[in-house]
């Protein structure tokens, strides 16, 4: 590893998980994709040891985000990384604790750019080593038990593709880059923001509370693992195929098994769901951890306003906080964008 620059801009997109929830460490599979809303990292030597870390914003959402930052930095280290004293400064446009995975975008981001700052490689090989660092300092660091679909997805997406990750070897999970083509086939991917707000590293909060479910054999909660995992293969099916409305409807039975079998749903999730379908959606599901956060609505491009319409109607009647709404495309990974080489 060589140093190259004294100051390296990287960027690390946020990931939808198309389907495939709560599944990564239960040893299942998963569907994410990379989205254009993302973080970016600006990261520059110091000449002394200290670590200076600056944000516009509370990344990601709560008063531990610095952890996150200190996290990559330590377990890069960790793996023999000789790391300087560092200033970094982050923004990001992602919805902060939304479920578009901020916390992941942030380490991803923070990682690469000190990779392009080193000169580290940002192969194949490269970025799955950042990525298993990054989960380790959500993990280790911060203490949210996430299971590493979100830092695969900020570094391995590839624009126009989803990721298909299996994780039966939770140690090398495999991946395969999965056409996507919605927009070709006249379709939208909306992500609805309910304002609805989790913090994964919760403690004994819901998210921790499910993984220790799972391993303890919850019926329903294992119940709600095996039929996802046979969702994910039958969604890839329904894309190969250009089956729309299958694939519509596979979203949907997710967004059952997570409010029923896992419950991780809240009312404001169920709203959108409900009211995305009765406006003319293929189908609909919450994305990410649950307890708040966002939903993924797929529907004909030229019915997406009247779903975003319906929703701001539903919200308003229950006189809640207005929704916000995203269209987002399969976009790439993880970038260096200035200042290395």
């Known amino acids: 590893m060589t140093s190259l620059s004294a100051s390296v801009v990287a960027r690390a997109p946020g990931r939808v998980n198309l389907i495939g929830e709560h599944t990564?460490?239960?040893?299942?599979r998963c569907l994410p994709f990379a989205i254009g809303l993302a973080t970016i990292a600006t990261v520059r030597r110091r000449d002394d040891d200290r670590l200076r870390v600056h944000s516009r914003e509370a990344i990601p959402g709560d008063h531990r985000w610095r952890e996150y930052v200190v996290g990559v930095v330590a377990e890069l280290r960790r793996i023999g990384w000789e790391i300087p004293?560092?200033?970094?400064?982050?923004?990001?446009?992602?919805p902060l604790g939304g479920g578009l995975s901020s916390s992941a975008a942030l380490e991803c981001a923070v990682a690469t750019a000190i990779a392009g700052l080193l000169g580290a490689p940002l192969d194949g090989a490269g970025r799955r080593l950042l990525a298993e660092a990054c989960r380790r300092a959500e993990?280790?660091?911060?203490?949210?038990?996430?299971?590493?679909?979100?830092?695969?997805?900020?570094?391995?997406?590839?624009?126009?593709?989803a990721l298909l990750i299996d994780f039966a070897d939770p140690d090398a999970p495999t991946t395969t880059a999965v056409p996507l083509p919605v927009a070709a086939a006249g379709l939208s991917l909306l992500v609805t923001d309910t304002r609805v707000r989790h913090v994964l590293a919760d403690g004994d909060g819901?998210?921790?509370?499910?993984?220790?479910?799972?391993?303890?054999g919850h019926p329903r909660r294992r119940r709600h693992v095996t039929t996802e995992n046979a969702r994910v293969l039958d969604a890839v099916d329904a894309i190969g195929a250009r089956s729309w409305q299958r694939l519509g409807g596979l979203m949907t039975a997710s967004h059952v098994s997570l409010r029923d079998d896992y419950e991780v749903s809240v009312p404001q999730l169920d709203l959108v769901v409900d009211t995305a379908l009765t406006a003319g959606a293929l189908g609909a599901r919450m994305t990410g951890g649950g307890f708040g956060g966002c939903t993924l609505t797929l529907v004909a491009a030229d019915r997406a306003d009247a779903v975003r319409e319906a929703v701001d109607a539903a919200y308003a009647?229950?006189?809640?906080?207005s929704p916000r709404h995203h269209l987002v495309t399969p976009g790439a990974g993880a970038r260096v964008l200035r200042g290395a080489g």
Do not use: F, K
């Not at 997805?153 to 590839?158: H, Y």
């Open 206 to 216: 819901g998210y921790a509370q499910r993984r220790r479910e799972c391993a303890d």
């Open 317 to 321: 009647e229950r006189r809640w906080d």
């Open 85 to 94: 004293g560092l200033d970094i400064d982050l923004v990001s446009t992602l």
């Open 139 to 161: 993990t280790e660091h911060v203490g949210a038990p996430t299971g590493g679909m979100d830092q695969l997805a900020a570094l391995l997406g590839s624009e126009g593709h």
């Open 24 to 28: 990564d460490y239960n040893g299942g």
